[in-house]
């Protein structure tokens, strides 16, 4: 299990003057202030900052090679434009390890479809991670549909948060209902989709008769898992659509573990994924990293 190359399809490494001004950019954006605040009584999760060099070597030691850094829902263009030029800048000095999904608002209308255009030409890789929630819109929203369409058009694949419909409520938790999807993905079969944190559950409504077989361009990764479910839901997943359509992400650096450590880390998730997921050889090596690599 450990002959492969493991990417992490799925961190969100912000540029250091955000983190280390954060009361100045939660205050400009104040969904970003509500998903990244820190608990007062130091309880609960919470986010880590490190930058993309601390990042890969964070990665190196826990056996993972490659990451791939997902944009953020800000609802202010000129954080969305930092925050991209940054993973830019990130994936110029690491073009072999580092892979980046632009950020992107559907809501900046036309800005949002030039800032594609600008991050495709920069080498992106795709576009998201999509936040509908974070930025106030459903998936009947135009302007999120002019997205997907301009994505399909450049060739790039689209990670969306997706939020479970049921349990806990907890900060960031999106509610949007996923049930428009299903018709979205018929309706664009060249479109490439990530749907993030096992899709809020989608992969158990593939096997509606009316959809089974409309999502051959649909993947899921499962960011942030150990913090919703049980670690044995990866193979039910498994189980439910085959291991060619999984992907490892974790989420990083949010801490995912945080009775354990409340630092940056990878190795728990690794370790738990390893001794508890239940994956074969040939399961374990498309999960992850092939998936990821022949899906881009």
Known sequence: MSDIHIWDSHVHLFPP???RNWAKYADMDPTFGALTAERRDGK??????????E??????DAGVYGLCMQGWYWNDPGLMRLHNDYMAEAIRKYPDRLKAFASVNPKFGWTALSEMERCA???FSGIGELGPGGNGYDFDDGDFLAVLEMAEVLGL???IHCGEAVGHNYPGKDTTSLA??????RYHPGLKLILAHLGGGLPFYEMNRRWHGSFANVRYDFAANPLLYHIRILRAVVNLIGEDRLLFG????????????????MKLFLRDIRENAGFSGKEWQK?????????L
């Open 17 to 19: 003057e955000i983190y």
């Open 44 to 53: 609960g999760t919470r986010e880590a900052w490190v930058n993309y060099e």
């Open 55 to 60: 990042a890969l070597e964070i990665a190196e």
């Open 121 to 123: 030409a920069l080498g």
């Open 157 to 159: 694949p689209v990670c």
């Open 180 to 185: 428009p999807l299903p018709k979205i993905i």
């Open 250 to 265: 974790s989420d990083f650096p949010l801490v995912l573990y945080p009775k354990e450590t409340r630092d940056a880390d």
């Open 287 to 295: 999960i992850m990293g092939e998936n990821f690599l022949s899906f």
